[in-house]
């Protein structure tokens, strides 16, 4: 009861910080960036493995200087999704600018519905918010459950506050099914790893087989719904853009895997062309056959 209280305390005060301006809150970004990456050495090994065998033709200097761009780039939206607690519609749209998004209303204003991939790049967060506002359709986003019920309910609440539907991983194939009559876009942050019952798969992703998600390819095939990739940059601190990029508009012409084959193509090409936005510290090699 103390720890549940301490918690619910928490988030009390995660919510009176978020109507500071953001500029403050990059100020303390710039703190936490500090102490988290010199003091704390928050998964410092790991990004460093990560990163090391993902680039295997850089120099030490050059993994050091990316690393020091991820740790940033987390602290940034480390604030920047405590400031989603009260932030605006305008605010969001503001901050985080769509490209050919047409490509798809195009599809929903007909009552087609569709499907969209992308990774744990810039603000994953911030930009689903501003994808839900975005389009006719209702948008549902696929997620993998927060262990920590309390601060699972209050990180929902933020995502859902401006119309999103986030759905949990195991329930997807039924959501689709309960909405087959309504004009939807289900997207899908494919980057994720499997635990290892659920390796059936692995891919060569950044210069290593990787064991992935098969999620993605196996809905797209049921539905043969058109896929649409995201494709994420950060323009400057606390400003995105998202690109709505046509990846396979007919699965069931596709082989086996070649869905999930082009998302990764479409995620490295992202990384590869700033690295320090992607997503780093989370152990995702561990689950490789």
């Given amino acids: 009861m103390i720890k549940k209280g301490f918690l619910h305390i928490g988030i009390f005060f995660l919510h ?3 109507f500071l301006p953001l500029w403050f809150l990059f100020g303390i970004s710039s703190v936490l960036y500090y102490l988290i990456y010199y003091v704390v050495k928050y998964r410092r090994k790991v990004v460093r493995k990560n990163l090391t065998n993902s680039f295997p033709e850089k120099s030490v200097a050059e ?3 990316i690393e020091q761009r991820f740790y940033r ?3 940034d939206i480390m604030v920047e999704i405590v ?3 009260s932030i605006t519609k305008a605010e969001v749209l503001k901050r985080v600018k769509m490209k050919n998004f047409e490509l798809a209303e195009e599809y929903f204003k007909r009552g087609e519905s569709a499907l ?3 990774g744990h790049y810039g603000n994953w967060e911030l930009g689903m918010m501003a994808v839900g506002m975005k389009f006719s359709a209702k948008s549902y986003v696929i997620y993998k459950p927060i262990n920590n019920k309390i601060f699972e309910k209050w990180f ?3 995502r859902t506050k401006f119309g999103n539907i986030f759905v949990p991983m195991k329930q997807t194939l039924r959501e689709v099914v309960g909405t087959r009559n309504d004009t939807t876009l289900f997207c899908f942050a494919s980057d994720q ?3 290892g019952t659920d390796v059936h798969h692995t891919t060569e992703f950044l210069n290593q087989p990787t064991a992935v998600l098969l999620g993605l390819e196996k809905i797209a095939l049921q539905t043969n719904r058109p896929i649409f990739y995201f494709d994420v940059r950060r323009l400057k601190r606390g400003h995105y853009e998202i690109e709505c990029i046509p990846m396979c508009l007919n699965p069931k012409g596709t082989e086996k895997f070649e869905i999930t084959e082009l998302f990764f193509k ?9 690295p320090g936005d992607w997503l780093w510290s989370h152990n995702r090699w561990k689950a490789n056959l």
């Fill in 16 to 18: 009176l910080l978020s």
């Fill in 63 to 65: 993994i050091i200087k």
């Fill in 73 to 75: 780039n987390l602290t």
């Fill in 83 to 85: 400031k989603m607690s």
């Fill in 116 to 118: 969209a991939c992308t």
């Fill in 156 to 158: 929902n609440a933020l």
């Fill in 193 to 195: 790893s499997p635990r």
């Fill in 266 to 274: 479409n995620l490295t090409k992202t990384i590869e062309r700033e």
